[in-house]
């Protein structure tokens, strides 16, 4: 896995951009499933969702609600795989 810095942001995968695969910001937290998908959050509220361990392609990438926090500081799946819990700086919830 690589990261290129660009203008202000990072894309995390190759040759992907901002919702093509890549995501937006330094990366803060990382996190593997038990199926082996790999879990990057941003300090610019940005989640890339990558599979083959991180060394696959881009399954997703998306920005949390921007009324939310100030970036993502830990992501950390449940035992089955089926759900990932993000946690961020400066959160209400």
């Known amino acids: 896995m690589r990261t ?3 203008r202000g942001r990072s894309k995390l995968s190759e040759g992907g951009g901002v919702g093509v695969g890549g995501i937006k910001g330094i990366v803060s937290a990382l ?20 599979d083959g361990h991180g060394r696959g392609g881009s399954v997703g990438a998306f920005e949390l609600d921007p009324s939310g926090g100030t970036g993502i500081t830990q992501v950390l ?8 819990c993000v946690a961020e700086r400066c959160s209400d919830g």
């Open 77 to 84: 799946w449940s035992a089955d795989g089926r759900y990932l």
């Open 4 to 6: 290129a810095p660009g």
């Open 31 to 50: 996190g593997m499933s038990p199926e082996g998908y790999l879990a990057a959050g941003t300090f610019s509220r940005w989640i890339g969702l990558y």
